[in-house]
DNA sequence: CTGAAAGCGCTTACAG
DNA sequence: CTGAAAGCGCTTACAG
């Protein structure tokens, strides 16, 4: 049957004259227009049935000079693989794949790392109607190309840039550290700690680890920050952080950690010094990742609404804005056993 | 400046003027053809940087008749959000992406649940060269309607189909419980169970429950099955069948179970049942999750390489074969605490 | 409501 | 080596 035959593509043409209408009425038909009587609608719905056809995307959009597609490009370190990238990358690009999904529009998928191969002019090509850039922080270049890229292109969404001056969506960073804080407190901490950062170029770490402190103090707690060192590997500088607050002598009963993969090398830490969690001490991690239901305990988290941050994503880049305004994605406690 | 403008496309035709060549010759000089005068090509080159301009992949596409991109689409469960899907899809969806730019392909991803809302029809539409499909075993539905897509529109690759009739590409389950059943074996464990399936809609789980079984009676080890129950939850399927094993009274000091997910639910129970892991019994997960690294004990467990799994699927859909050829990922140990 | 024609922005024979 | 022209398969004014 000519219909399955795959080497021969069956063009509109083909269903016309099936159909016994112009080749213009099958495009009308086909495309929904109201125009179209039912009836042709029917001949042209069942001709186009039998010959296996379907409309070809490339011609349908270049005449009507749209693409109805997204660009995602998921930025991770030069010469990682697929393993290495974040599990929270990975939630967040499902996240914009179904809201994309839900505005009938495709996703275009990219993983970028290699600064001499870094592209993102999807929109110049005709491939996309805007770009989202999400990944990890640690690939510097690859954010500034994207930066330049935002500059000259519209639009383009980001999340979690280095310096944060790109995020046009991110977590209610302000807004879970307070949470958090109200949280340890209602276990019945009263000596705090912030494993996070200052005056980082995580801007996101910054905000979460000032947000903690600030509300904290004005309950009237003592609190100290521990802050992250510069190294590769968040579980080690878990530890490393741990172990500074351990040497340090000082006391601490509640600790607060900006995110959770660093909790998960804190808590190794703490517990190999003997202090029981959450019975010495009390560990609140942020991102809600799932692998914190298999910790040892389990990590009680902030977890942002994935599926939501996907949508504001997707409509900071479908919308028009004049200036890029930036969307606060809400976070809940999620309470397991670590505090 | 024009080129900057984004409301005004600029074609190639704009190019051209400036360069004070043909259109033709544009074309040629930007798409690297041979034939093309290295002075003329030049003026090409600046003309089209200074006025911004990128070959509209729509027109290009349409004319050459091909696409250079990859549909792959991650099956997930009607209802489930972007957390819901299974790290493992997660992360051979980035060694497919990585596979695919490598060879120069872009790729387009969507996630499918719904099944009313299934689709498959990249290669018809024009919009790939081919299509792949992987993601959760646990919606028959979707992957009835894969099958059929792969019938009538070539070329489709599969990985982790539920019967496992159309896995082009999976883990090479055999090698991999071989190696279980012998790293058990050296740990000096001589009673053996595996938690895994026998005749279940899973081949996966089936190959590798019988070459576990077959090799250690092999060599001359007692082996017992549990079979895992139908339910939703793979960390809940691990703790019915270690709840199973533990009320049969059997003895038993070295477990291999199927997949990790299941594994982390199983060691919870044993545990609770004050089973140590792994001076009583040591346990092999199949996978190799990343989370297994935070499981209490870390997991040891057998990892498919990941990358190479994204090339074969990528490969399995750009060359051009007769008949669907299975092909093997490589498993290795990864040695962690549980056995 | 339907058809004939133009045109989206390219690539690629075909001439020269 | 370069240019003029055709054509990829659609959508959409423009007529009727």
Redesign the interface.
């Known amino acids: 049957m000519d219909g ?1 035959n ?1 080497n021969i593509r069956v063009t509109s043409f083909d269903v016309a004259e099936r159909a016994g209408v112009s080749q213009s009425t099958v495009s009308r038909a086909l495309s929904g227009s109201s125009v179209i009587t039912e009836a042709t609608r029917e001949k042209v719905l069942s001709a186009a049935q039998e010959l ?8 349908a ?2 005449r009507r000079g749209h ?1 109805g ?1 997204l660009a995602t490009v998921v930025v991770r370190k030069p010469g990682s ?3 290495d ?1 974040n ?1 929270f990358a ?6 914009i ?2 809201a994309a ?1 839900e505005r009938g529009l ?6 970028q790392g290699e600064v001499d191969k870094l592209f993102g ?1 999807y929109v ?4 996309a109607e805007g770009l989202i850039v999400i990944g990890t922080t640690a690939n510097a270049p690859a954010w500034d190309f994207f930066r330049g890229i935002g500059e ?3 639009p383009v969404a980001y999340w979690g840039s280095p310096r944060g001056d790109l995020d046009w969506v991110s977590s209610d960073n302000i807004g879970g550290a307070h949470i958090a804080a109200d949280h340890l407190i209602a276990q019945g901490c009263t000596k705090l700690v912030c494993i996070g950062a200052e005056n980082s170029p995580q801007r996101q770490f910054d905000e979460r680890s000032e947000a903690f402190c600030t509300h904290a103090q004005s309950l009237g707690h003592s609190t100290q920050l521990i802050t992250i060192k510069d190294m590769q590997n968040r579980r080690e500088q878990g530890r490393v952080a741990a172990k500074q607050l351990l040497d340090s002598g000082a006391e601490f009963d509640g600790i607060f950690v900006v995110c959770d993969a660093i909790a ?1 090398g804190a808590m190794e830490t703490l517990q190999e010094a003997g202090r029981s969690i959450p019975d010495d001490v009390s560990v609140v991690g942020f991102d809600g990742l ?2 914190g239901e ?3 305990p389990p990590l009680t988290s902030l977890e942002p609404d ?2 939501l941050a ?1 949508r504001l994503l997707v409509e900071a880049v479908t919308e028009v804005h004049d200036s890029p305004s930036v969307r606060r994605v809400p976070v809940s406690l999620v309470k397991r056993v670590s505090a």
Not at 106 to 111: I, R
Not at 124 to 127: A, D, K, L, P, S
């Open positions: 399955q795959r296996g056809y379907f409309v070809d995307e490339r011609a959009r270049l693409t597609t693989t697929a393993k990238v599990p990975y939630t967040l690009l499902g996240g794949i179904a999904s495709e996703v275009l998928v990219s993983m002019h110049e090509r005709g491939q000259t292109s519209q998960f799932p692998a298999l910790s040892n994935m599926d996907g």
